[in-house]
């Protein structure tokens, strides 16, 4: 009896101490993620985002889901810039993002195997490094209507033309103009080549020393160009030591600035890790990707307000002494009539004038230079002389020439 | 036309930021893996010594007891060359294992052998480090110097060499990102190089001074036709320590640094399995051949344990995340190329609420052979507590050798034939038992082997009842057991079917110590247990067997008269209870059964040298 007793209690021990007590932990049902904890990693390429995603669960499967979820979430409406902007846009996706967080597979290009595994609170808590194709999250959007707002603006404006000038022309910087001019390309803005036999013209280069002040050599060459906006980079290398092998961490400084204004839209700066590499201008390619991703993102922004408020142009007149200051009043009441917005002038003589306005509704030089002759009330006729991008320049002369002499 | 307009606008205008830390892409410590570290061997290990003065013990063991005295010849052994290579091949052989890649010093070259790959520096004409016959002091001293003017540097071109080839190697590198992508370049981050830079190290081995002593013994024995024959048995014991030094290679400052010293020790009764038996006095070759025998099993010893010293150290020791988890099944990405053994033990671990837990163990039971190709697992078997995907596995420092102490019956009875009375006691015989046990699996790292268990056994009981007019009857046993473990669900439980071939015998005394009856018989014990793991170094057993013995001897001893043989009084079958409870403990030195013990594996290595060789071919 006691033999038995003393068995009993020995495998009950046993048994208890076997097998322990499981924490007990309520799978999540709700349609959204339960983690919202995501970051950014790095843009790998123009239409995809990596990043990394922490989900939870009772399991390793539950929580690989809801990482998942937490990934398309992040799209969605995390981050600095969501697909999703305003509380409309989101009343109008809880359906399809739905759908996506059921079945996020077709959204993701690569996940990673486990990066870190650990439980609070009897959660798994599981995170992951994932690929996301956010062209086909945006396209999804966009084909269902949710974002419809934006086709406005696209349809008013369209894509700015953008110019990629160089501060310097060495050789990194030469690789950051490349690389951006790809990036560009790659999501299909019309970009303009600078090159090192590009010049200035002429015209730009009399018109720039008749407004005086301190002359700028890129302006002036976007001006050339036509561009809507133009991009400056610059890039440098410094180069250090690990473990006794050389290395290089590329920093590349880019500034976007309207053309027509000279006005600041976007700046940034960005570095590739320090890395060892046999081509140096890989680490260039690395930094730039970082740094067009970015200032991209600014220009959109500033993109948008000018769909909104108003598109910059440069206007210059040329005229003549004796007809200058009629010319010039109806020049300006021809642009007050176009725009809300005040009109600066920027440049003005005897016989030639620059004015900056802001317009809505006319996306180029050349509409604009229609709009003005239907609204000009002044001496002459208007001879449209350049109007590329928001430069336009043209004459106006009652009699006589123009004083400006033009090549 | 309007909604793709809008798209094109989107997609071009989507915020994106880039990756500005490879961190980000990296795993964190709670899926750590191993990775692989550079080893710089030598091919000699470094003695104080370079003759043993050995004394030796003469015993006589005769009928009445065995009486030894010193004997008045010293030996002195010198350690020839082919000794001292051996010795160090050996030591090497177990301390930088198939889980490094490895940096040979040749005459005029160093070598790098990473997993995949070979890498050649040439040496100039710096000579091949020999560390000779010299105090531990002197050694490091001489190491040192060695180590950091010349070879240092060279040492150093080799890893800059070989760092992208080790990176390609290596268990996680950047994937999917912008680098590895777009910009088609590889790209180490200063970070892997660091770690990669960093990860060399130099394993150099000192044997300590030695104390040895040799036993020589002579007794008689009797042949079939009934005569005594005299016998001599030599055996040595050589206590060994061995000094591991370990340097790590500081790439900023060109030099080896000391990282530790470990002393590794082969443990006492290091020759029991050299012993030489001969029927006539051992010349001094038969006694330098034992010698040099158990100077190896010695060796070896202390290695096996160099070789568990190590894998307490989170550099050495493999870490690993369970890929796969199913029904107890686990599958892990690490295999020979690990130096992973089967049924090697691994930690379940889980970072719980910001601490560590142990969740359970595992056990290696199928090792991939994963030398050429990464994708080759290992699959384990969960013995005790929880898993899943995603733990993390750590290498438990094991050798598979326990210390057991058990505690039960062992008893026997001897059934008197016309007028003799029964003689032992079948229940209540309390007995202490002690065994080596070692898992085969693991020493001989078989899997036809795996959780078979070799244990060699002595103890002794006593019967409580006196149930003949010679007293208690005192039980004395020893010998060989076999058993095969199943581990049966995930609570440490396992079941062992087995049993122990040995010798059992008894003695008791009169009150008087008029006479005392003594009995002898060759048992064969089936039996099974019950046991469980705590952790792979403590387990409790019970046991449960049938004692069935044949008798061989039986004697009535009289201090006056000639003994009377009681062999054909008894039965010749006997049987009797063989019950017990048994504590089970690990033990990192494993002394004489070092001989036990197959080399880690070199598949990894012999393919090494066969792709090398296909490279200077042209292949």
């Not at chain 1, 995390?78 to 305003?86: M, V």
């Not at chain 1, 180029?364 to 208007?382: D, M, R, S, T, V």
């Amino acid at each position: 009896m006691k033999k038995s007793l003393v068995f009993s209690l020995f495998f009950s021990l046993i048994l208890m101490v076997a097998c322990g007590s499981e924490p007990t932990c309520t799978p999540h049902k709700g349609p959204k993620p339960l983690s919202y904890e995501v970051t950014f990693v790095e843009s790998s390429g123009t239409g995809e985002m990596m990043v990394r995603a922490t989900g939870m669960g009772c399991t390793i499967e539950q929580a690989s889901l809801d990482a998942r979820r937490a990934a398309i979430w992040f799209v969605l409406e995390g981050g600095d810039k969501p697909i999703l902007k305003n509380a409309s846009e989101k009343m109008k996706a809880v359906g399809i993002e739905q759908q996506m967080f059921e079945n996020p597979a077709p959204y993701i290009r690569y996940q990673s195997p486990v990066k870190s595994k650990t439980r609070q609170n009897g959660k798994l808590k599981v995170a992951y490094v994932i690929k996301l194709d956010t062209g086909m999250i945006t396209e999804k959007m966009a084909s269902i209507g949710i974002i419809a707002s934006e086709e406005d603006l696209g349809e008013e404006l369209g894509l700015p033309t953008l110019a990629v000038i160089p501060k310097v022309h060495d050789q990194f910087s030469n690789t950051t103009v490349a690389v951006m001019q790809e990036y560009l390309q790659d999501k299909s803005f019309e970009v303009l080549v600078v090159d090192q036999n590009s010049q200035v013209n002429n015209l730009v280069k009399k018109l720039s020393t008749l407004e005086g002040g301190e002359p700028d050599p890129m302006h002036d060459m976007a001006l050339s160009l036509g561009s809507d906006i133009y991009i400056s980079v610059s890039a440098s290398l410094a180069t250090g030591s690990a473990g006794g092998m050389e290395t290089a961490k590329a920093s590349v400084q880019i500034q976007a600035y309207e053309t027509a204004t000279g006005k600041l839209v976007a700046s940034t700066s960005a570095y590739s890790p320090e890395r060892q590499v046999t081509d140096k201008n890989a680490l260039i390619q690395e930094a730039t990707n970082d740094a067009a991703a970015k200032v991209v993102s600014q220009i959109k922004k500033e993109w948008m307000k000018m769909a909104k408020k108003g598109k910059p142009f440069k206007i210059t007149v040329l005229s003549n002494s004796s007809d200058g200051p009629a010319v010039d009043g109806a020049v300006y009441g021809a642009l007050k009539e176009l725009s809300k917005r005040p009109i600066k002038r920027t440049a003005g003589g005897k016989a030639t004038f620059s004015y900056i306005a802001w317009i809505k509704n006319i996306p180029n030089a050349y509409e604009l230079f229609g709009a003005i002759k239907q609204h000009y009330k002044g001496p002459g006729q208007l001879e449209k002389v350049s109007d590329t991008g928001s430069f336009l320049v043209f004459k106006a002369t009652g009699n006589g020439e123009i004083e400006i002499s033009i090549e | 036309m309007h909604r793709l307009f809008s798209l094109v606008l989107l997609l071009a205008f989507f915020p994106l930021t880039a990756l500005s830390d490879a961190k980000q892409v990296a795993s964190d410590d709670t899926q750590k893996r191993y990775e692989r570290k550079v080893v710089l061997g030598f091919q000699e290990i470094a003695f104080e010594q370079n003759n043993l003065d050995v004394p030796i013990k003469f015993c006589k063991r005769r009928k009445e007891g065995t009486t030894c005295s010193w004997w008045n010849i010293r030996v002195n052994f010198p350690l020839d060359e082919t000794q001292r290579l051996k010795a160090g091949k050996t030591f090497y052989d177990w301390t930088i294992t198939s889980r490094f890649d490895k940096v040979l010093v040749e005459s005029g070259k160093m070598t790098l052998y990473t997993r995949k790959s070979v890498q050649e520096s040439p040496l100039g004409s710096f000579p091949v480090f020999r560390p000779g016959i010299v105090s531990n002091i002197e050694f490091r001293a001489n190491l040192e110097q060695y180590l950091n003017t010349e070879v240092a540097l060279m040492f150093k071109k080799l890893m800059m060499d070989a760092s992208k080839q080790r990176y390609k190697e290596l268990p996680e590198k950047e994937q999917a990102t912008f680098i590895t992508t777009k910009a088609k370049e590889l790209g180490m981050s200063a970070n892997v190089i660091r770690k990669l830079m960093n990860s060399a190290f130099v394993f150099a081995a000192h044997v300590d001074r030695i104390n040895a002593s040799g036993t020589l013994t002579q007794y008689y024995t009797k042949t079939l036709d009934g005569r005594s024959i005299p016998q001599w048995e030599i055996k040595f014991d050589i206590p060994m320590a061995v000094s591991l030094y370990i340097y790590r290679f500081d790439p900023e400052k060109d030099q080896f640094v000391l990282y530790k010293v470990w002393q590794a020790f082969s443990g006492a009764g290091t020759g029991a399995f050299d012993t030489r038996t001969m029927t006539f006095l051992p010349n001094a070759a038969q006694v330098t051949e034992a010698f040099k025998e158990t100077y190896q099993t010695a060796l070896k010893a202390a290695a096996i344990n160099a070789n568990y010293k190590m894998k307490e150290d989170d550099n050495f020791a493999i870490f690993v995340p369970i890929t796969g988890f199913d029904h107890r099944r686990i599958t892990v990405p690490v295999g020979i190329a690990e130096d992973i053994r089967v049924d090697h033990p691994f930690t379940v671990r889980e970072k719980v609420d910001g601490k560590w837990k142990v969740k359970g163990y595992a056990r290696a039971r199928d090792v991939g052979k994963n030398c050429m190709d990464d994708t080759v697992e290992t699959r384990m078997q969960l013995v005790k507590g929880r898993a899943e995907q995603a733990d993390l596995l750590r290498e438990y420092p094991w050798t598979g050798l326990f210390f057991q102490l058990g505690l039960g019956s062992n008893t026997l009875s001897l059934s008197g034939k016309s007028g003799w009375k029964d003689y032992g006691d079948m229940f209540a015989a309390p007995a202490l038992d002690l065994a080596a046990a070692l898992d085969l699996g693991y020493a001989a790292n078989s899997k036809a082997l795996s959780e078979f268990y070799i244990s060699f056994y002595a103890g002794g009981s006593f019967a409580i009842n006196s149930i003949t007019n010679y007293g208690q009857p005192l039980n004395y046993f020893g010998g060989l057991g076999f058993d095969k473990r199943f581990y049966v669900g995930a609570g440490g439980f396992f079941i062992g079917i087995g049993g122990r071939v040995g010798y059992m015998g008894g003695v008791s005394v009169t009150a008087d110590d008029d006479y005392s009856l003594s009995y002898g018989t060759i048992s064969l014990t089936p039996r099974m247990q019950l046991g469980w793991s705590f952790t792979p170094s403590f387990e409790l057993i019970v046991n449960a067997g049938w004692n069935l013995a044949f008798l061989v001897h039986g004697t009535i001893e009289q201090p006056s008269t000639a003994d009377i043989d009681t062999t054909d009084a008894y039965e010749t079958f006997t049987h009797g209870l063989n019950a017990g409870i048994t504590f089970s403990f690990h033990l990192p030195i494993v002394g004489a059964m070092s001989k036990m013990y197959s080399k880690p594996s070199k598949e990894c290595d012999a393919l090494k040298k066969n792709n090398a060789q296909k490279q200077e071919k042209g292949e």
